[in-house]
């Protein structure tokens, strides 16, 4: 497999349920990042790993956990979603997270998330 | 933080034609990059184009280009001989050279072509 990869691709889940997106990328990238995109609205960065330590939380409630065991691996647990939190969730990586140099980040297709 | 506007939310062109799509961002830094990001419908978001700040020579990928005034912090981007595989959502993105894990996505603009 090449590129970035999600799973799965479509879950549904009710508010009490626990479920877990995973990510993998294959490009030897040292970051890797969790978006969330809604409708009519920018890209929302959540989460942001560079080498393995999380270097971004932006504020996301804590019914999203991510993990990150090494660099080609980033999983986002759910737990108790609200049906506000329905959205595509994206993940993407990138070389680094240095300011200098494109680093310009690769994306998976998505995990198309409802919340019932 | 910095914040990216597409004014377009949707655009149509018609087949072989050129369209350009806008977009502005806000910043007070002097360094950054700025890329525009393909979405087409149900498939991966793709890198279409970038540029750095600091490069006066707007950056040019086949049919794709872009025109990137500094000063007025606008980056469009122009596609040329527009094909059906150009349909999809254009995202403007703009990464600071100072704070590198932040990227700020515009809102988006939708492309249609029409044959």
Known sequence: ?116 | AQTVTQSQPEMSVQEAETVTLSCTYDTSESDYYLFWYKQPPSRQMILVIRQEAYKQQNATENRFSVNFQKAAKSFSLKISDSQLGDAAMYFCAYRSWNTGNQFYFGTGTSLTVIP
Do not use: I
């Open chain 1, 1 to 116: 497999e090449t590129g970035v990869t999600q799973t799965p691709r479509h879950l549904v889940m009710g508010m009490t349920n626990k479920k877990s997106l995973k990510c993998e990328q294959h490009l030897g990238h040292n970051a890797m990042y969790w978006y969330k995109q809604s409708a009519k609205k920018p890209l929302e960065l959540m989460f942001v790993y560079n080498f393995k330590e999380q270097t971004e939380n932006n504020s996301v409630p804590s019914r999203f956990s991510p993990e990150c065991p090494n660099s080609s691996h980033l999983f986002l647990h759910l737990h108790t979603l609200q049906p506000e939190d329905s959205a595509l969730y994206l993940c993407a990586s990138s070389p680094g997270t240095s300011g200098r140099g494109y680093n310009e980040q690769f994306f998976g297709p998505g995990t198309r998330l409802t919340v019932l």
